[in-house]
């Protein structure tokens, strides 16, 4: 069903009740983290925060009220977040007097997010706060409370013209719980006010994706069917299921990273031109990528996916179990813990193009990447026994060491005309110097700034559920289980096969 949007007017500025609300560079803010104490909150949110903070990112009155139901007071959960901070964040770049500072901002309340009486005491925080300055409310919880956490904000008055709330994946299981946890909070919260996050599209390659291709003249030309063979992206982890196996065996591969992580990054790189870096522009143009996207469905899921589930093996010389021996799993689900896929997107730049998506966990190295294949020369002027010819490749590397490559055929040096396949190698940390922000750091201040063009509007969401939901079904009414691979390898023999039976393999390094 289509639905109406309320678009993000030109200049991410608002207009609300007749007047216009600007989205300044520099503004007061108070964040308040619900569930303020979790993994999330204390791993990646606050640890980022720190780092705006000491890189003076931050207004001297932004405020973090932390949320939850843990009793303890504000000195308690300083001591919390400080002890989080100084685990999380480099040694080098921890330091005790900005520490002091960013300490001042916190402030702390106790509180069942499901009971509406509970929220008095975060009322009380914003007595005789002005009303222009920026909320920002950020679900650090189950999706199941980013319905009830809503609505009880606007029964206490606290969403105003200026709140915004951010949403952490996973926004649903399927296409209806997501339909119904985005109409709950549509109830309250208009779509510009609402931040669906996708902590890959805050990383520094993935938006150079977007410079590499539309700020130079060299690559966009390139960027079609009629030059590139096939499209690679692969988002390999090393690590298990870490604790969550009650939610990731509800959920599996496909739905924790190939619905939104995965095909976010196939959105920026196979979209077409947006006339703007503006929201909806950017938006607009990943959403006709997904609606492009050629089914699977029925016989194709056999022939185009590939499921897998680690067993016990060895990840850097350390023997692990394997995923039915983790805290959590119930054997009878069959939760695939790898994913790999071949899909065509349906239109003119990419008619003809395969793209092969893979992610798992327990692979054998921790990789994120995006692969451009180029087709061979039409014919090759060199004799044979001068080395042969190796294909052009582009790689964009977003984890662990951020960078772009393009490999590329060269003369080695001497007589004869040997040929050698040479790296033309972009290292972000070396040409950059420094620390690279992480992705949490870029997106929180676009939420508090009011920039969602790195976040997902609720048309694409839906979009990549009902193309994920036919391949979900096809799965369930098999009776076969994932195939089996090894902890520490690269998943299942099949995802091999699934792009060596075309001619192609897969891009592996480390």
């Known amino acids: 069903m289509e639905r109406k949007l309320h678009p993000t007017p030109a200049g991410y500025n608002h207009t609300i009740a007749g007047r216009t609300v600007l989205a300044s560079p520099v503004c007061d803010f108070d964040m308040v983290v619900f569930g303020g104490t979790g993994d999330l909150a204390l791993r990646k949110l606050l640890p980022a925060l ?5 890189e003076g990112q931050l207004p001297d009155a932004g405020r973090i009220i932390g949320v939850a139901r843990q009793q303890i007071d504000r000195a308690g959960y300083l001591q919390m977040v400080e002890q989080a901070c100084r685990t999380h964040i480099a040694p080098e770049d921890f330091d005790d007097h900005q ?11 106790h509180l069942d997010a499901g009971e509406a009486e509970s929220y008095r005491p975060l009322v009380d925080c914003f007595e005789g706060v002005p009303e222009h300055r920026t909320r920002v409310f950020y679900l650090a919880t189950s999706p199941l409370l980013f319905g009830v956490i809503c609505h009880n904000l606007h029964g206490v008055g606290l969403v105003n ?17 997501s339909c119904e946890i985005n ?10 006010q609402v931040y669906r996050i996708d902590h890959y599209l805050g990383k520094e390659t993935v938006q150079n994706l977007l410079v590499l291709r539309f700020g130079n003249a060299m690559f966009e030309p390139l960027w079609r ?16 299921v870490e604790g969550r196996g009650d939610y990731y ?7 924790d990273m190939v619905q939104n992580h995965l095909l976010q990054l196939l959105c920026l790189v196979a979209m077409e031109p947006p006339t703007s870096l503006t929201p909806d522009a950017v938006r607009d143009e990943k959403l006709k990528v997904l609606r492009a996207l050629r089914p699977l469905a029925g016989e194709s899921v056999v022939t185009h996916t590939v499921r897998g589930q680690y067993r016990a093996g060895a990840i850097n010389g350390q023997p692990v179990p394997g995923y039915l021996e983790e805290p959590g799993i119930a054997p009878a689900r069959g939760t695939e813990t790898f994913v790999a896929l071949k899909l065509f997107i349906d239109n003119w730049r990419w008619g003809g193009v395969p793209f092969y998506l893979r992610t798992g966990k327990r692979l054998q190295s921790r990789t994120s990447e995006i692969v451009l294949n180029f087709k061979p020369v039409p014919h090759s002027i060199f004799q044979e026994g001068s080395g042969g010819l190796a294909d052009n490749r582009l790689v964009l590397r977003l984890q662990p060491e951020e960078g772009v490559k393009l490999d590329m055929m060269a003369k080695a040096p001497g007589p004869g005309m040997q040929l050698k396949p040479v790296h033309l190698n972009l290292d972000f940390a070396q040409t950059f110097q420094g620390r690279l922000p992480g992705a949490y750091e870029r997106l929180l201040i676009d939420v508090i700034v009011g920039r969602p063009t790195l976040f997902m509007r609720r048309d694409e969401l839906e979009a990549a559920w009902a193309w994920v939901e036919p391949i979900m079904a096809a799965w369930t009414a098999r009776s076969d289980s994932p195939k089996s691979y090894n ?23 480390g």
């Open 50 to 54: 720190y780092y705006r903070h000491a």
């Open 99 to 109: 520490w002091q500072g960013f300490a001042r901002r916190f402030q702390y309340v």
């Open 161 to 177: 013209a200026m709140a915004r709330v951010v949403l952490e994946k996973p926004l649903g299981h399927d296409l209806a719980s």
């Open 183 to 192: 109409d709950r909070v549509g109830e309250v919260f208009e779509e510009y």
């Open 225 to 240: 069917s009629g030059l590139i063979d096939h499209v690679q992206i692969t988002v390999a982890e090393q690590v298990g």
């Open 249 to 255: 065996d509800r959920a599996g591969a496909l739905r």
């Open 487 to 509: 902890a520490g390898t690269w998943g299942p023999t099949s995802s091999i096969a699934l792009v060596e039976r075309d001619g192609f393999t897969w891009h592996e390094e």
